[in-house]
């Protein structure tokens, strides 16, 4: 085996001559570079690359259609494992989560059901809320626009459609439900609203609308 060159051994008395021997002789003793890549990056590479890929498919499996709405609130996971048993619904507690849902009702209307004067109608005493349910079907599926005397007041603004078609496409069940809440909620105490009576509106009594009510309108409807 032959002795490796001392890169100190050439520097002689430090002539441009001897230093470009030693620099060559460090050169010749670095190890050549080596072709493809690390075993350790491509490692991580990999892991990554499936993790990736597995939380894309949970993802599209469990995402719910990414609807704020896809949680049943008839669902009672105690007894799903034993006998599937749908849980009865509160209507009046199922209305008030999606009443305060946020861009919902509670954006104008508040969560004390007071409004914003001069601009959005209180529900609390309301004649509208406490009065004809099939005003007020209406009013939430179709929306309204125009002005309103509310407790003596005249407000004038819109109120989007919420009912399917609408901004939160809310079905029959979801109207009933929150129609229910506003009328027993804050002192408020007037009927249910049934999820049969929403339908009904919906598809007879207002079948085709596809434009917000004014209070004139409405005002025609015993």
Known sequence: MSAVPDP???LGDGSDE???RAHAALLSNKPEPTEGYPVMPLFLLGLLSSLVFVGSIYFLHF???LSALVYDERFDPNTASKSAVVAQVDPVAAGKRLYNQPG??????????MGIPGAFPPLVGSEWVLG??????RIVLHGLAGEIKVKGVVYNSVMPAFGEGGGFNWNDERVANVLSYIRHEWGNSASLVDKAKV????TQAAAGRN???TAAEL????
């Open 63 to 65: 995402r719910g259609g």
């Open 104 to 113: 919902a009702c509670v954006t104008c209307h508040q969560a004390n059901g």
């Open 8 to 10: 100190v051994d050439g």
């Open 219 to 222: 005002e025609a409807i015993p």
């Open 18 to 20: 001897a230093l470009q």
């Open 199 to 202: 339908t009904e509106i919906r």
């Open 211 to 213: 434009k917000a009510w």
């Open 132 to 137: 004809s349910e099939e005003r007020l079907i």
